[in-house]
């Protein structure tokens, strides 16, 4: 491999950036947090760090700080003629085009702290002899991901609704699900779009049916029905249930999700539809040598994913656990490589899209095509539409 000088000043701008972004991401996520880029977001004008202390009710040194911080990274603008040597005070202001964008950066940037505060004790999750999992504080995880739910509801709407007839099917009025369901923003949303529809959320927490059910009363919902349920046990009285099913985001939390996606195949009706959201990169590292999305995503599930899969259940008896392992990965012939990497069940979101293909072929599916999301969430975000025979 050439190591000229040219590439080595590259590589050295590129280990540059790491450390400059991951910080800069931090800033980001404080400033979210503490409400100082929402209230850029929402002002009608530029505002100074006294300002947006006052505003905010904060001390204004660390404002002028983490505020800084975003302005040389080119995240949030100065206004013209402020800031400069001739001591005007700096004022901020963020153009209503950025504005969202920010938003969702800064969503982001909280699941990177969440992940980061946790890094000790995925740490411990890499020798031999240590854990396999880190249990997370899942009612935290559930807000930032509530956040998430709702940057990214329109353009999964829109992806889901261009499966050929389902609007169609949604306005007639079927009997839907979506299983994993967090706080159901989501299945809120389109039951609200389609009142003729039952929409039946179920999530495997006390905690996220609670709070999916509040909010849906709230919204005044009444065609949504409410169940604590683990995929992997589902009810006998779900068979042949559903005229469409939908999962966002979480078959690759689930410890064995062949097992899930059979009883999702068992619980639709024949000829009944299933639509999975997910990160769907290439199953393969080196398709994605390049990719940012697939970069990010390998690094939050390396620390967030992966250590959370073996919390997601039951002890080590659950039928979920790891000692199904072999169930998930040989659906063709192994190399040794292959054999050699399935000593944990944890698909993490780097799945891809190859490996969806194999499990919803193995459960039964026969896989209609793929939808990307769009530019507001992750580019390789996409919906899965797959259906069972008849």
């Known amino acids: 491999m050439e190591d000229s000088k040219d590439v080595s000043a590259a590589y050295e701008e590129l280990t540059r950036d790491v450390y400059t972004w991951g910080s800069v991401s931090l800033a980001l996520a404080m400033a979210h947090e503490t409400g100082i880029t929402p209230i850029l977001c929402q002002a009608q004008g530029p505002l100074s760090s006294h300002q947006l202390a006052q505003q905010g009710k904060l001390k204004e040194r660390y404002v002028r700080e983490v505020v800084n911080a975003l302005v040389v990274a080119g995240l949030v603008q100065l206004e013209e003629g402020t800031g400069g040597k ?68 329109h353009n999964h709407t829109a992806a889901l609704l261009k499966t050929p007839g389902l609007k169609q099917r949604l306005e007639s009025g079927i009997n839907a699900a979506e299983v994993g369901c967090g706080s159901g923003r989501l299945a809120q949303h389109l039951a609200a779009m389609f009142p003729k529809t039952h929409f039946t959320v179920t999530d495997l927490t006390t905690e996220a049916i609670d709070k999916a059910r509040t909010l849906a009363q709230e919204a005044g919902l009444t065609n949504m029905t409410f169940n604590v349920l683990d995929l ?150 996409g919906v899965c539409m797959c259906q069972k025979p008849e």
């Open 86 to 153: 001739d001591g005007t005070e700096p004022r901020y202001l963020v153009p209503q085009s950025h504005r969202k964008q920010l938003t969702k950066a800064g969503v982001y940037g909280l699941m990177i702290s969440a992940a980061a505060s946790h890094f000790a004790k995925v740490k411990e999750c890499f020798p031999l002899d240590g854990p396999n999992s880190v249990d997370y504080d899942h009612g935290h995880t559930m807000d930032l991901l509530d956040q998430w739910s709702l940057l990214t509801l």
């Open 232 to 381: 992997s046990l589902t009810p006998e009285d779900w068979k042949d249930k559903f005229d469409w099913l939908l999962a966002a985001e979480m078959m690759h939390h689930v410890p064995n999700p062949l097992n899930a996606l059979q009883n999702v195949f068992k619980a639709l009706k024949p000829g009944g539809q299933f639509s999975l959201i997910d990160e769907f990169v290439s199953s393969y590292v080196a398709p994605n040598v390049g990719n940012k999305d697939a970069a990010s995503i390998y690094a939050l599930s390396s620390l967030m994913c992966v250590p959370d899969t073996g919390c997601s259940g039951g002890g080590p008896d659950h039928p979920r656990e790891h000692k199904q392992a072999h169930d998930i990965w040989p659906l063709k012939k192994l190399s040794p490589y292959e054999q050699d990497h399935q000593d944990h069940p944890a698909l993490g979101p780097a799945w891809g899209e190859e490996k969806a293909r194999e499990l919803l072929d193995k459960a039964g599916f026969r896989v209609l095509g793929v939808t990307r999301s769009g530019t507001e969430s992750m580019g390789a975000t």
